[in-house]
């Protein structure tokens, strides 16, 4: 698993995802994803919403271009 990955799932949904969704997706630790979509985030790669649910605060991810 690498950020190439990662990157491929959010290029083909082209919205917001949680990192959940795409841990699922390529059948991975919810951790592993968000510790490598944490570095994208800083390679200026992707965008990150926060919002705000009843259980607390969830991300949003998203290909930045």
């Known amino acids: 698993m690498g950020q190439d990955d ?3 799932v959010l290029k ?3 919205g917001w995802m949680i990192s959940g ?3 699922s ?3 991975l630790s919810r951790a592993s994803v968000g510790r490598t979509l944490k570095v994208l985030l800083k390679q200026k790669e992707v965008e990150k919403e926060e919002i705000m ?3 607390g ?3 949003l991810w998203k290909h930045k271009f």
């Open 6 to 8: 990662v990157l491929e």
């Open 12 to 14: 083909k949904n082209k």
């Open 21 to 23: 969704e795409i841990a």
């Open 25 to 27: 997706i390529l059948e």
């Open 53 to 55: 649910t009843v259980r």
């Open 57 to 59: 605060r969830k991300y």
